[in-house]
């Protein structure tokens, strides 16, 4: 197998063979026939063709390709793992890894810019439903790109809708009254990027019976690991660079809403992650 370098800028870049073969390990005549790939984390894989053995880093780290979902592993432990397994292939799914230089670890980014745009759409629709006079609002840490993504989704559903930003450090408790402020100024639905910040915001919101969103809610990593192993298992990977998935992949779309959604509205928001992965792979 060779391995394909891609330099990846913004999702796309130029490429080249260099000679650097996919090793797999020896196995006994019984085992299973496939390319065989390890997978660490919350991954799904399913994959014609190719066999997942689940476990820890240490345990899986001699497959041919090894994938790691980022929240099970960060950067710095997978590159230690790649660089004491040079025969192996070793993909952290959810994280860039360039800046490791290690030439058998590949960054896959999912795309929040797509993730944040249809949280947006989300947020809109979910306002509308709530009344005229509804708002929306963004919370925590000041994330000014994201925040126009979000802003220009939901605008594209509901022109009218005001938007709101409550910027504050990403502390629990700081981000929870910041989304109670936003529901004191009239906000239907809060939207936060991640992690503890989201948790705190999402508690604040189902105190007062109103949806939460965050960016997971529209990032599809197994999607990702998919394309990473079906790839690879055609002799393809992007070693030693950072390889970007959005919504013309697959990767961004509708994972899981706040209950709080209405039924109608998750539809509309599903038809809209169709029309922005036919966009997007239009070059729009």
């Given at each position: 197998m060779w391995l394909l370098a891609v330099l990846a800028a913004g999702g796309c870049g130029t490429a080249r063979h260099v000679s650097a073969p996919v090793a797999a390990k020896p196995r006994a005549a019984s085992a299973q026939p496939g390319f065989h790939v390890g997978v660490v984390g919350p991954l799904t894989l399913d994959v014609e063709g190719v066999v997942a053995h689940r476990g820890s880093l240490d345990q899986v780290a001699g497959e041919p390709l090894v994938l790691v979902d980022a929240g099970a592993a960060g950067p710095g432990a997978v590159a230690e793992a790649a660089l004491a397994h040079p025969d192996s292939q070793f993909a952290i799914i959810g994280a860039g890894a360039r800046d490791q230089h290690v030439p058998n670890l590949a960054g896959v980014v999912l795309r929040d810019s797509d993730a944040a745009y249809l949280a947006g759409v989300t947020a809109g629709l979910a306002a509308t439903d709530a009344g005229a006079a509804a708002r929306v609002a963004w919370v925590g840490p000041e994330e000014r790109p994201l925040a126009a993504d979000f802003t220009r989704g939901v605008h594209a559903v509901a022109p009218g809708v005001a938007i709101l930003r409550e910027w504050t450090r990403a502390i629990p408790a700081r981000c929870k009254e910041a989304a109670l402020t936003a529901f004191d100024r009239g906000a239907a639905v809060v939207m936060?990027?991640?992690?503890?910040?989201?948790?705190?915001?999402?508690?604040?919101?189902?105190?007062?019976?109103?949806?939460?969103?965050?960016?997971?809610?529209?990032?599809?990593?197994?999607?990702?690991?998919?394309?990473?192993?079906?790839?690879?298992?055609?002799?393809?990977?992007?070693?030693?660079?950072?390889?970007?998935?959005?919504?013309?992949?697959?990767?961004?779309?509708v994972r899981t809403l706040d209950p709080r959604i209405s039924v109608a509205t998750t539809a509309r928001v599903r038809d809209m992650a169709q029309q922005l992965a036919g966009a997007r792979s239009q070059g729009g």
């Open positions: 936060a990027h991640g992690g503890l910040c989201a948790e705190a915001a999402a508690d604040a919101a189902h105190d007062q019976n109103l949806p939460a969103l965050e960016l997971d809610d529209f990032l599809l990593p197994s999607v990702a690991a998919a394309g990473v192993a079906r790839d690879a298992a055609r002799g393809v990977f992007h070693g030693g660079q950072d390889v970007i998935y959005g919504a013309s992949a697959g990767a961004v779309g």
